[in-house]
């Protein structure tokens, strides 16, 4: 079993940077990628970008590419999310989930994650 836990949500107001965290636990595979994906109000669960966990490589959707950046520090299992110059629709639950896997391929898929965090709210007002 993994464990995902996020944090680093809340209320913050248009323009500012938020960095939220996913710390990965557990029987962790090989191989595999961490993507996040967001939930606005009313709206469906969308993709926003994922990280292969031990080579770096990222992808990212193309409504967020430029303000959203995914690190990951392996010493502490976690994955991190930058969101520069938020906007109000950028409000959403936030989540990172993963999978194993050996590339990129469909990450922007979320029925290939096996395992979810709780997610994180983030608010951005106006």
């Known amino acids: 079993q993994v464990q995902l836990v996020e944090s680093g949500g809340g209320l913050v107001q248009a323009g500012d940077s938020l960095r939220l965290s996913c710390a990965v636990s557990?029987?962790?595979?090989?191989?595999?990628?961490t993507g996040w994906f967001r939930q606005a109000p009313g709206k469906e669960r969308e993709f926003v970008g994922a990280?292969?966990?031990?080579?770096?490589?990222?992808s990212y959707a193309d409504s967020v590419e430029g303000r959203f950046t995914i690190s990951r520090d392996g010493a502490k299992n976690t994955v991190y999310l930058r969101i520069n110059s938020l906007k109000p629709e950028d409000t959403a639950d936030y989540y990172c989930?993963?999978?194993?896997?050996?590339?990129?391929?469909?990450?922007?898929?979320?029925?290939?994650?096996?395992?979810w965090g709780q997610g994180t709210q983030v608010t951005v007002s106006s």
């Open positions: 989930a993963y999978r194993r896997g050996f590339d990129l391929s469909r990450s922007n898929y979320a029925p290939t994650y096996e395992y």
């Open positions: 557990g029987r962790l595979f090989g191989s595999a990628t």
């Open positions: 990280i292969m966990w031990n080579s770096g490589p990222t």
